[in-house]
């Protein structure tokens, strides 16, 4: 079947530190991936996403590369900011299929300090 | 342009009574997709309408769950006899031929 697993969280950083948010997948077709974010009182945004291998979506100095010999979407950034406190998600969505609909991992709270 | 945009945004009622949630996807979207997010599940998907068809309707959790759209744009989704356990935030989604979908604000729904 289709799935998401994500590194469990909360996690909690200074500012100025790396961030990793693991993702793996599991999919019956070709995937698109994706990271959507959730800021605190708001919600779901599109934060980038990759439609093929080795692709790499960016955005807001957020990276993730679409490996897809280890099936993994890991989200990097290398200096977080307090205002990147959210909860992100990782998804899925299988190409071909007439359905087109998203599978979510459980989602990571990131809490940056000052 | 404007987003996805989804009535009320908060609503509180009591066990038992019907309520009905409001979409209005982005204009010329096809594909209308509602998800649940609450604490224990996480986000879990409801049901997918592509024009006023609902060719995915596998994640309505009851037969007290039911949506439609019509005119291929507003959709709304019914809950009859409401529990407890219906209390989270519903999302309406909306996307073109499959690209990237656009998440709606939601609706917060306590059930007393």
């Known amino acids: 079947g289709n799935s998401v697993t994500q590194m469990e969280g909360p996690v909690t950083l200074s500012e100025e530190a790396f961030l990793t948010i693991n993702c793996t997948y599991t999919a019956t077709g070709y995937p698109s991936l994706f990271w959507y974010v959730q800021y605190p009182g708001e919600g779901l945004q599109l934060l980038l996403k990759a439609t093929k291998a080795d692709d790499k979506g960016s955005n807001k100095g957020f990276e993730a590369t679409y490996r897809k010999e280890t099936t993994s979407f890991h989200l990097e950034k290398g200096s977080v900011q307090v205002s990147d406190s959210a909860v992100y998600f990782c998804?899925?969505?299988?190409?071909?299929?007439?359905?087109?609909?998203?599978?979510f991992g459980r989602g990571t709270q990131l809490t940056v300090w000052p | 342009g404007a987003g996805v945009s989804q009535s009320p945004s908060n609503k509180v009622t009591e066990k038992g009574k019907d309520v009905e949630l409001r979409c209005d996807p982005i204009s010329g979207h096809t594909a209308l997709y509602w998800y649940r997010q609450s604490l224990g599940q996480g986000l879990e998907f409801l049901i997918y309408?592509?024009?006023?068809?609902?060719?995915?309707k596998s994640g309505l959790p009851s037969d007290r769950f039911s949506a439609e759209r019509t005119g291929g744009s507003v959709s709304t989704l019914t809950i009859q006899r409401t529990q407890q356990e219906d209390s989270a935030v519903y999302l309406c989604?909306?996307?073109?031929?499959?690209?990237?979908?656009?998440f709606g604000p939601g609706t917060r729904l306590l059930v007393l």
């Open positions: 998804a899925l969505m299988v190409r071909g299929s007439t359905l087109g609909r998203l599978y």
């Open positions: 989604a909306s996307s073109s031929a499959q690209e990237t979908q656009y």
């Open positions: 309408f592509q024009g006023n068809s609902a060719p995915d």
